[in-house]
Each structure stands twice: as C-alpha cells, then as structure tokens.
C-alpha cells in the first residue's frame, strides 16, 4: 500500500513539475535565434515603439541574445518577458560561413535579399535554408532557420544533366509558380501552371532548359520533360541556373519547391516545406532582387 502511495505521490510531483514548467515558458521569453551587439548607447522599450516606456539602458558593444525581429525592432529578453531594441542601434552577430557568404554581394548592386542553401558536406542532402537582407545599410536575419533538402547525390561544382545533383554557386530567380493560385502577398511574378506546361529536359532539343506550354503529345515532341503541374510544384520559384546562356547538359529545371519530407532529397532542386516555400514567396520582393547562394562553406570559397 504504502508503494502505491508513494508511486502516486511521484506521479503526481510529476504532473505539477511539468505543468510549472509549461506556465514558465508560457509566460517568459522566446527561444534565443542569434546574437546582437549594441553600436552606441541603446534603450529597451517595453513594446516595439520608440514612446514606449524605456526598462533599461546597454552601453555600446553590449551583446546580448534575441529571438528574432518585428519591424524594425529586435526581440530580447528582459525580466523574463519579451523587450524590444531599435535595429538602429543594434547589429548581429554572423559565424564565420555566414560572413563569407554575404561579403559576396557586397558588390553586387540591388541585391538586398539572399536565400543560403548550405550544407557541412558536398554528400550531404540535408541542407540548412537561411534568409537575409539589408536594412538600414546592413545584413539582417529575416525568416526563422528553415530545415531544406537538396539533390539525392549532394552538391557540385560541375553539374551535368541526370546527375542528381544540386550546383554549387550563386543564382538569381526567375518567376514565381504553381498549381495553385497566388498567394496573397507574393510580389513576384507568378504563373499558374496547367497540364499544358513543361519544362524541357531534353538535351537534344532548343527548348532544353525552358518552360514551354504546349496542347500536343509532350512524349513526341521531347525526349524528357518535366510536368510543371506536378504535386511538388503547388508552390515554387525557377531557380536561375544554366538560364543565360543555357549550355546543353550542364543541367536543367532547378527549382525551389515543397519536399515530399525531410529525408526525401531531390533531383538536384532545393526543396523545404510547404509553409516554408509560401513564406520565402511571401517575402522575396524582385525590386530588392533576391538571389539563393547554394553550396558548403568551402565550396563556396572559390565563387564570386
């Protein structure tokens, strides 16, 4: 008897452990995303408003943690409740790979937005999809880290058609697309595909590497193809690759799409979940030009 009383009063020490620990997170600060340096003297306000009331005052250089940024304000933890900093007078903290691959835009004029597509290894398929833009003259986190896969035989730096492989480099995007009907909020150019689209693999034809709508047999016509009304593109964005000018057998049909699951690589596109390829629709904006930097931190070395 005196057992089961004591394995009830376990149970039950248990249960209220749990439920204190569900109350503490309820009520305390978002995990931490990234680091943030203070640039100059800078005030925490209660609400993301610079009239708000001021909680405490860092002096320059002060790092501190934040889980993210709304506006032109970043999220940070004061007293256990969720504080706000002006992104003016803040800026993040990069790793080293990170560092590398924005310094590669700095030339590159209008490009305010960038997708990284990286992996620790050039076997790897599972990748690490991480967006960025430049506000107030400097590179800033955008979208939460997203988990991504890539073609089932990795990366490389010499793509060949069939290969199953994603290529390493930098590459703008084409037009936005899918079986389904623009998102609200997608400002790129976006096409609503039919049965009647393809995407033409076959490296013999002119049309290789082009997005081709036609009412005939594709089968006559094309020795490979790729349906653009494919379940997988419900949601997606043509990756500029081998675009311009388009060398037969270098590859074709690189695209940002929906996964078919996180162990699931691709052909040699980048792929991530459904709400993730709605959000990074949602978010690239053409007159900012984004770009998709896809490749490991040493591949990625030798490309400008």
């Known amino acids: 008897m005196k057992r089961l009383m004591m394995a009830a009063f376990i149970a039950l020490l248990i249960i209220q452990t749990a439920n204190l620990a569900k109350a503490e997170t309820k009520t305390g600060c978002e995990a ?3 680091k943030i340096v203070m640039k100059s003297e800078a005030d925490v306000k209660e609400k993301a408003s610079a009239s708000s009331k001021t909680l405490k005052t860092y002096k320059k250089n002060k790092e501190l943690s934040a889980s993210g940024r709304t506006g032109s304000w970043y999220k940070v933890c004061h007293s256990n409740k969720t504080a706000y900093i002006n992104m003016a007078d803040a800026k993040e903290v990069f790793s080293s790979g990170e560092k590398a691959i924005l310094k590669k835009f700095d030339g590159r004029n209008g490009v305010n937005q960038v ?15 991480q967006t960025y833009e430049k506000k107030q003259g400097e590179w800033r986190r955008a979208l939460k880290k997203m988990a991504g896969v890539i073609g089932k ?3 490389t730096k010499s793509k060949k058609e069939g290969d199953g492989k994603s290529p390493v480099g930098i590459y703008s995007f084409g037009k936005a697309f899918g079986s389904e009907t623009k998102p609200s909020g997608v400002k790129m150019s976006y096409k609503k595909t039919t049965k009647y689209d393809y995407w033409i693999e076959d490296q013999t034809s002119t049309d290789y590497n082009k997005w081709k709508t036609y009412k005939g047999n594709p089968a006559v016509k094309w020795k490979s193809f790729e349906r653009m009304n494919h379940e997988l593109y419900k949601y997606g964005a043509v990756i500029n690759y081998n675009t311009n000018p388009i060398v037969k057998g270098k590859g074709s049909a690189i695209f940002l799409h929906i996964w078919r699951g996180s162990t699931k690589p691709t052909a040699g ?24 930097v896809m490749g490991t931190n040493d591949s990625l070395k030798s490309v400008k």
């Open 269 to 292: 596109c980048t792929a991530t979940a459904e709400k993730n390829v709605v959000s990074l629709l949602k978010w690239m904006d053409p007159v900012q030009k984004p770009h998709i």
């Open 153 to 155: 035989n990795g990366f």
């Open 32 to 34: 931490t995303q990234f």
């Open 115 to 129: 997708v990284s597509v990286t992996g620790k290894a050039m076997s790897d398929t599972k990748v690490t999809i």
